[in-house]
């Protein structure tokens, strides 16, 4: 007998109606059923934790169509707590599957506070990547599927407009630098707290952000520093220069903490 649950067991597990469960099978491809030697579908666990995970979006207000577009066709059991989506995008790296990191990490913005994804899943998982990379357990190439996939929903967050009450702050890392990530998360945090952010990215000339600073009138220059040191800051007047990041010794914690320190700049 091939073990798994036929549909009316799936409808009493997950409290939704045999019909809907086929109609949500045949247009979604939310399940993944396996078949009998009779042909009779057979559902897993996995397919009860996606279904039951479809019934919370549509709780919390989503429709149909968009919460089966979150959840993907990808065989991926769905994660609901910061930490469970962690150790899912940790599964998804070890079983190789870049299309469900990227799913995962979509999942993680739309379900948690955009702080909350920054701090408690997405820094942690860099970090341990890096981890895992320098140990050799991870390739080159494993390392850049996370990194882009990051990268590129930073990229989205970044691209919204903000308005800038608190004050103008410029950021760019320092020459050489190609580590960008956190940079790019504290721009979407300072965003978030009031701040009109120009964000420069990787690899930037200090001479060139800084004179972009000083036509803005920002009342911050950051500079981001991992692995190359910033061998001469540029002078400016009224613009506090800021450096920030693993290979500055300084401001290397918490994203909360971080922007709250910035703020003491505008003032
Ligand atoms: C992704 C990654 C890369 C990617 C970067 C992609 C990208 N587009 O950014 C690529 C592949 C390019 C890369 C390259 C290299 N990498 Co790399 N990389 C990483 C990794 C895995 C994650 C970095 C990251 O995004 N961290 C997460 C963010 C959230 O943390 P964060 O940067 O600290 O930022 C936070 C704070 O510091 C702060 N902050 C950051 N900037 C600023 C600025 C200001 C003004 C302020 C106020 C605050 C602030 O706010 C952020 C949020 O809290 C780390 C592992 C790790 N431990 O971080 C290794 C790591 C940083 N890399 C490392 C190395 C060795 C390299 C290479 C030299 C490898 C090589 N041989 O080529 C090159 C160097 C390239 C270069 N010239 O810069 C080492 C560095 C060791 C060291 N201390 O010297 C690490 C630590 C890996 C390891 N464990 O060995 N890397």
Partial sequence: MT???????????????????????????????????????????????RVEWLC????????????????????????????????????????????????LVDQAFALHDVDETLEQILAPLLREIGERWQRGELTVAEEHVVSEAVRSRLGHLLADA????????????????????????????????GWKVTYLGADTPLADAAELARRQS??????????VPVEELPSLEDVQIVLGGPGAGAYTGGLAETVNAMRSFAA
């Fill in 3 to 49: 073990p798994g649950l036929n549909i009316a067991a799936l409808s009493r597990r997950t409290g939704v109606a045999p019909d809907t469960l086929r109609k949500w099978e045949q247009r979604y491809q939310i399940l993944q059923p396996t078949r009998t030697a009779g042909g009779q579908r057979r559902y897993s666990e996995r397919d009860v934790a």
């Fill in 56 to 103: 919370e979006r549509l709780r919390e207000g989503y429709r149909i169509g968009e919460a089966a577009n979150l959840l993907g066709t990808a065989e991926v059991t769905p994660a609901r707590t910061a930490r469970d989506h962690l150790e899912a995008i940790l599964d998804a790296v070890d079983t190789g599957e870049p299309a469900a990191i990227g799913l």
């Fill in 162 to 193: 903000g308005w800038g009450v608190r004050g103008t702050v410029v950021l760019a890392c320092a020459p050489g630098e190609r580590h960008e990530l956190g940079l790019m998360m504290l721009a979407i945090a300072l965003r978030r707290d």
């Fill in 218 to 227: 920002a009342q911050v220059l950051g500079i981001s520093v991992t692995t």
